[in-house]
């Protein structure tokens, strides 16, 4: 999860069970803004965790961003998965090449995970329908046994809950 205060980001994954090779990218310049860890699920079984926030397509920094979570997930245990805010819907190249590069497949679908607004010279223009820019991408062992969105209080965004079947080690 990460959001914006200001000019402060803050990034956090949680878990109930214990996180490992945990790292935190603040320089959107040149990474996602997110957080990346190892989770210990029990009986030998890990999984990688990136959790990322991607600039505004305006900003032009997507394509750098995407290559970024090559390097990103290479230190983390496989499977992997990774989720968040990508600014872009699931048919955007950037999303297409954030799954090449960290060997995932983007989870299909249709989901509305944002009904925000738009700044425009006149002030904000509201979204009347909603767009998916909140992705995730999952290491092609895993199975989904069920996904579902949900309000998060005081986001304009919706979160995407995920029941998922990790393989055993």
Known sequence: MTWNR???RFTAIWSKYPLDNATVYLNNN???TGAA????LGDGLRLGLIGAHFSRPYERL???QAAALRGIAEPLARPLVIAGDFNAAPWVRVVARAAE???TSILGGYRV???GSYPTPLGALSEPWGHQIDQVLLSPEIGVVAVE???LPGSDHRGVLLRLR???P
């Open 149 to 151: 969105t949900l309000a």
């Open 62 to 64: 997507h394509m750098t």
């Open 101 to 103: 590069v960290t060997g």
């Open 113 to 115: 995970t944002w009904s």
């Open 6 to 8: 200001g000019e402060s």
């Open 166 to 168: 990790i393989p055993p």
């Open 37 to 40: 860890a190892t989770v210990e």
């Open 30 to 32: 040149v990474a996602p």
